[in-house]
Antibody, heavy 122, light 109 residues
Framework: EVQLSESGGGLLQPGGSLRLSCGAS????????MSWVRQAPGKGLEWVSA????????NYADSVKGRFTISRDNSRNTLYLQMNGLRAEDTAIYYC???????????????WGHGTMVTVSS | ENVLTQSPATLSLSPGERATLSCRAS??????VAWYQQKPGQAPRLLIY???NRATGIPARFSGSGSGTEFTLTISSLEPEDFAVYYC???????????FGQGTRLEIK
């Protein structure tokens, strides 16, 4: 069964740092681009960042550029999101999501994790 | 930046009725549009990709159409489990990016 499982969320103060992880199973991880998508409480979906299968190409939403870093360890089937300089507006559920096809960096997302909550508050 | 506008914001219908949800883009998207369903407390579920292709396991009552700047998700006959929030999504190839619409809430009338 294809699965994604996020971890690493928590409560922290503005300006803090956090690293999220997403473990993958049931598919050939290094063949697929992956993304992080977030959802603030009661709000819609916001794409955060994407990385291609070999990790060579990444991109970020303007709202997190320069503060967040996406990476992956294909030997561990794990996706990461390093979050620095956190702000209250970064409070959200963070989902990792798998690209639907083996092409490109972004695509439709056919598999999603359950999400991990990040709360930034003083 | 390509902006996706979904309409209506809320759609109130009864089981058995037909639902038509719209997604309008500020710039042409070719066919790079996907649709998702999200229920409370759950992750989104992919319904349609590349404008008109049903994802694996999605019932035939869900269909997608459109091209350019106008896209539609149609649910031919609503089942009780279809009442949820629906999002459209587009992808830009370079730089690689993703945009979601603001969502349409489909509620029971």
């Amino acid at each position: 069964e294809v699965q994604l499982s996020e971890s690493g969320g928590g409560l922290l103060q503005p300006g803090g740092s956090l690293r999220l992880s997403c473990g993958a199973s049931g598919f050939t991880f290094n063949n697929y681009a992956m993304s992080w998508v977030r959802q603030a409480p009661g709000k819609g979906l916001e794409w955060v960042s994407a990385i291609n299968g070999n990790g060579a190409t990444t991109n970020y939403a303007d709202s997190v550029k320069g503060r967040f870093t996406i990476s992956r360890d294909n030997s561990r089937n794990t996706l990461y999101l390093q979050m620095n300089g956190l702000r209250a507006e970064d409070t959200a559920i963070y989902y990792c999501a798998k690209a639907n096809t083996i092409f490109g960096v972004v695509d439709a997302f056919d598999v999603w994790g359950h999400g991990t909550m990040v709360t930034v508050s003083s | 930046e390509n902006v996706l506008t979904q309409s209506p914001a809320t759609l109130s219908l009864s089981p058995g009725e037909r639902a038509t949800l719209s997604c309008r883009a500020s710039q042409s998207l070719s066919s790079y549009v996907a649709w998702y369903q999200q229920k409370p407390g759950q992750a989104p579920r992919l319904l349609i990709y590349d404008a008109s292709n049903r994802a694996t396991g999605i019932p035939a009552r869900f269909s997608g159409s459109g091209s350019g700047t106008e896209f539609t998700l149609t649910i031919s006959s609503l089942e009780p489990e279809d009442f949820a929030v629906y999002y459209c999504q587009q992808r830009g190839t370079w730089p690689p990016s993703v945009t979601f619409g603001q969502g349409t809430r489909l509620e029971i009338k």
